[in-house]
């Protein structure tokens, strides 16, 4: 379990403890951690972006959190980099139709609910203006309003559609810097 708001270094160390397990589930050989807080090797230097290579960003995603996602899986596990952003496109576009259906049915219990948890995926990416479109969207949930909603559900559309193509370009830097050899 990691407490928000999720700290780099809390989630480094719980995936590495959790990718331990897998590997020795795997293998059938589960290692007992003496000390569940000192269970990870990665120093908070080891996934920092200084240790991330420079790859583009657009003002579409913010490059800072970009580059602490991409050292993160260079530190740790390298696909979690793309299976970060894949789960993000697969359950914000889910989520954008549950947000449309919430709207028209005036359900702003759950028009408040989705809209928190885009807000807190958006900003995990570093889709900082998606995350500010579905922080409006929230506070018009827990005011019992969707007057407006309509029109922030559009603009979250439209603004989920330049994150789309921006990840898909991130992921193929990621994924072509993986390819050349490490020096």
Do not use: C
């Not at 397990?21 to 589960?30: I, N, Q, S």
């Not at 827990?142 to 309509?150: F, P």
């Amino acid at each position: 379990y990691i407490s928000k708001p999720v700290k780099q270094e809390d989630f480094a160390a719980a995936l590495k403890v959790w990718l331990t397990k897998k590997e020795g589930d795997e293998t059938g050989r589960v290692e007992k951690t003496q000390n569940e807080n000192t269970t990870s090797t990665a120093s908070p230097d080891s996934i920092s972006p200084q240790g991330a290579s420079p790859l583009s960003t657009s003002l579409v995603l913010n490059s800072e959190v970009v580059a602490r996602l991409r050292a993160l899986a260079q530190a740790t596990e390298r696909t979690l980099f793309n299976q970060i952003f894949t789960s993000f496109l697969s359950d914000s576009a889910e989520r954008i139709g549950i947000l449309r259906s919430a709207e028209s049915a005036t359900d702003t219990e759950r028009l408040q609910r989705t809209a928190h948890a885009i807000k807190g995926a958006s900003a995990n990416v570093g889709a900082t203006h998606m995350a500010g479109i579905a922080d409006q969207l929230e506070v018009l949930g827990r005011s019992s309003s969707v007057a407006g909603a309509k029109e922030l559900i559009d603009e979250m559309e439209s603004e989920f559609e330049r994150v789309r193509n921006e990840i898909n370009v991130v992921m193929e830097q990621f994924d072509s810097s993986q390819e050349r050899p490490q020096s």
